[in-house]
């Protein structure tokens, strides 16, 4: 599997995503840098966390114009396969790939610890490898992560199994105290209506090395694989 | 034809604005308590140029549509001048 990474000026968990990719996965991973256009061929794209253009005007929303955007819409909208992580999903919500957006936390405060997560939808790409309602310890660190989306689409994405994970407790119970930042029904990731375009805020590759005592992050990128864990 | 855009983009009304909220807090700690409901936008200043004002507004919309403003989270309103 071929992997490419976005770089945007100001993207700073690119290197991390890569490691991961390459020394943990032991997979061809590419840097596809935001002003190119040509996106080599890779089976899967990553937008990784990270402040791109200094959040500017709002997160994510001058990346989402970036040159190398207009390719992975078009690759996205043919059904290729697409992650957002971080201030990536900002740039999902941003591009209209995926329903909604990311707010200002409710505390006013920038959140950056391990947070647990619920697998709410466990027949996509990349949470075929958990157990349904799969509790996860992922971290998180954000400003800027309340995820919102109107009513009417909030139903519509329920109907079509489109949320994918959701803040809990360490024993699963969802709950506002076990929410970091207030987002609609404690939302933490999303997928499109088609399932071919994820978003998440907390960092799964930041969890995917024994070296940091947690490897969580492993169930996520296992099933993007196609790997049968143990 | 040069015109100027004075663009106000707000959170939506329905939406928490916890910057709001923290600067309505701290106007208690200058004594102005009676001040209440504060929201936080933007302020947008451009120039255009443009054959007459109607294109020019259109412009102007298009870019608050398109790039200025997300409107699941935000409203705009914009003036337009003649330079």
């Known amino acids: ?230 | 034809m040069k015109f100027r855009a004075e663009i106000d983009i707000m959170p939506l009304k329905a939406l928490l604005d916890p910057q709001g909220k923290a600067v309505t807090q701290s106007m208690k700690n200058i004594h102005l308590s009676e001040i209440t409901n504060v929201r936080v936008g933007k302020h947008i200043s451009l120039e255009i140029e443009a054959p007459d004002k109607k294109t020019a507004e259109s412009k102007v919309d298009e870019a608050c549509k398109k790039l200025l403003a997300n409107q699941i989270m935000e409203s705009y309103v914009f003036e337009l001048s003649e330079l």
């Open chain 1, 1 to 230: 599997m071929k992997f490419g990474v976005v770089v945007f000026p100001g993207s700073n968990c690119d290197a991390d995503m890569i490691y991961v990719i390459e020394s943990i996965l032991k997979q061809q991973v590419v840097r596809l840098w935001h002003k190119d256009t040509d996106l080599q061929g890779c089976d899967f794209i990553i937008l990784p966390g990270g402040f791109s253009y200094g959040d500017y005007l709002r997160s994510g929303a001058i990346a989402r114009f970036s040159p190398i955007m207009e390719n992975v819409i078009t690759y996205a909208e043919k059904g290729g396969f697409l992650l957002g992580i971080c201030n990536g999903f900002q740039i999902l919500c941003e591009a209209g790939l995926v329903p909604g957006v990311l707010l200002h936390n409710d505390n006013q405060k920038f959140n950056c610890k391990n947070v647990y997560i619920s697998t709410e939808n466990k027949n996509t790409l990349i949470t075929q490898n958990c157990l349904p309602k799969q509790v996860l310890k992922i971290p998180i660190a954000h400003g800027e992560g309340r995820y919102y989306v109107d009513d009417n689409t909030l139903k519509q994405m329920k109907q079509n199994d489109q949320i994918l994970f959701r803040y809990c407790s360490e024993a699963g119970q969802l709950s506002h105290l076990a929410n970091p930042n207030g987002s609609v029904e404690h939302i933490a990731g999303v997928c499109n209506a088609s399932k071919n375009i994820f978003g998440m805020m907390p960092h799964p590759e930041r969890a995917a090395d024994t070296n940091l005592g947690n490897t969580d992050g492993l169930y996520i990128f296992k099933s993007i694989l196609g790997l049968v864990t143990a």
